[in-house]
């Protein structure tokens, strides 16, 4: 194995941060409140902690072992771990999964750059000004901004280049100190938020529609739904988790490691929850709004909710869109390290061209994918413009694939003596949960995949 001085985390917050940065991102601020507001709330609320212990978190483990047993990007590691077994492509699919969904992810995070500066000099305290309230205005800006030609377009190079050139420090002085840095921040704007937040008229309805299940909602949707949003939101199977286990000391805690990453995960997702659905509700919008949600209707929701308080409204839109870009950039530099260390490593590139081939590839096909939303919105495949085909294609279908082949790859194939070593630390450490995480592992992550994916396919229509 090409151990040697390969770089890694200088310490366990190190790691710690810079995985869960990967982890928290658009998927918990963005995503997750509009799939809990339109698939039923607490319910959703309470699968999907149950996907994320029983399925996610498993497979969370597995990426770790392949990453750190095999010292290598995840194009090499499934390779190295198993050489005489024919399932080094899975990592290969990782890698290509991980560089396609940078493509697009890249725009929507040129998108909180721009809501980000908007906030900060005033456009939404003057359009709700001058709007008397109607909503309309927020999105047609929306609907402008997306669909115009270069605008976007210019957010998502900046935003690739910000994260091109903290990954050209290096794993130490680039990726894990800006995680340093950036995670408090986070940590620090959503609580603010939050105390904002619960002291809004709104409170109590739109906690009540967070946390309290409703039993009667959850059916074979909502529990796929909760997967679906589980496996994104931890950024499995796009070859981050198993890179940056690349560079994870040997005595990490793997299973530690992961059930941090997988309550930090879960409680920024919350967190952002109790932010936006008293906000919400104060100004009784429907939480079941849609994708919309964060860029539509919350600039508007600040302005109205605080309406009496300029400033307080001014000063939450700034924190929660700066929020939403410190989220986002840290999982952009998890995505952009998955093919820099790929191509860095196989093709024996300095780390700066690596990087610079990725971040022009990804502003390349970005390009396309923001134009699909303007002027190239008629070029279509079966009904899907250029966005959403890279999201139907990385989200819906490369990541269950992975995810599952990963789960039957460390399930079934992977010598259990790696397992046990990676799981112990080489007998340093005792395993405790061996049994049920190796069942978890072997049956039911590999066919609750199998059903989020023939779900996403349409094959599941008629549950
Ligand atoms: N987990 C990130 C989020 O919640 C998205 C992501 C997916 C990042 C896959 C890296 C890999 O937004």
New binding site residues.
């Given amino acids: 194995m090409e151990k040697g001085n390969r770089a890694n985390f200088g310490s366990k917050m190190g790691i710690l941060l810079a995985t869960a940065g990967?982890?928290?991102?658009?998927?918990?601020i963005?995503?997750f409140p509009y799939q809990a507001g339109t698939n039923g709330g607490g319910a959703f609320l309470l699968v999907y902690v149950l996907c994320v212990l029983l399925v996610c978190l498993p497979v969370m483990v597995a990426e770790f072992m392949i990453g750190r047993h095999s010292q290598a990007n995840t194009g090499s590691a499934y390779k190295l771990v198993a050489p005489r077994r024919h399932w080094g492509f899975v990592g290969k699919l990782g890698v290509l999964a991980?560089t396609l969904?940078l493509c697009y992810?890249g725009v929507v995070a040129g998108w909180t750059l721009d809501y980000l500066l908007q906030a900060l000099v005033g456009t939404f305290g003057r359009m709700a000004a001058g709007s008397g309230g109607n909503g309309q205005v927020f999105s047609d800006y929306f609907n402008n901004f997306v669909s115009n030609p270069w605008r976007p377009i210019v957010c998502m190079a900046l935003f690739m280049l910000c994260s091109h050139f903290i990954l050209v420090r290096g794993v130490q002085k680039g990726i894990e100190r800006f995680s340093n840095i950036l995670m408090p921040m986070l940590f620090v704007l959503l609580l603010l938020l939050a105390g904002c937040a619960l002291t809004l008229p709104g409170c109590a309805e739109g906690l009540t529609f967070l946390f309290k299940p409703d039993f009667g909602k959850i059916n074979s949707g909502v529990v796929l739904a909760a997967m679906a949003q589980a496996f994104?939101?931890?950024?499995?199977?796009?070859?981050?988790l198993c890179t940056y286990a690349s560079y994870f000391k040997s005595d990490a805690n793997l299973m530690k490691t992961a059930c941090n990453v997988g309550i930090i995960?879960t409680l920024v997702a919350i967190l952002a929850g109790v932010v936006i659905f008293p906000t919400i509700f104060t100004v009784g919008i429907h939480p079941g709004q849609g994708p919309s949600l964060v860029f539509v209707a919350l600039p508007n929701v600040f302005q109205q909710a605080m309406g009496g308080m300029p400033v307080l409204a001014y000063l939450c839109s700034v924190m929660f869109y700066a929020l939403l870009v410190v989220?986002?950039l840290t999982?952009?530099i998890?995505?952009h390290e998955v093919g820099t260390a790929y191509l860095a490593e196989t093709r024996h590139l300095s780390r700066n061209k690596a990087a610079g081939i990725i971040t022009a590839f990804c502003i390349a096909l970005g390009v396309l994918c923001s134009l699909s939303m303007g002027p190239l919105k008629n070029l279509t495949l079966a009904g899907m413009n250029i966005f959403d085909l890279f999201d139907f294609v990385t989200a819906k279908l490369m990541?269950p694939i992975g995810g599952m082949l990963t789960a039957v790859f460390v399930g079934w194939v992977l010598s259990k003596r790696i397992i046990w070593s990676e799981l112990t630390n080489r007998g340093t450490k005792r395993m405790p949960f061996f049994i049920p995480f190796f069942f978890l592992l072997k049956y039911v992550a590999p066919i609750s995949i199998m059903c989020i994916f023939l779900n996403e396919l349409g094959l599941f229509s008629w549950l």
């Fill in positions: 990967s982890a928290v991102g658009l998927g918990n963005w995503r991980g969904i992810y994104f939101s931890l950024s499995l199977a796009m070859g981050c995960d989220a986002t999982s952009v998890s995505l990541l």
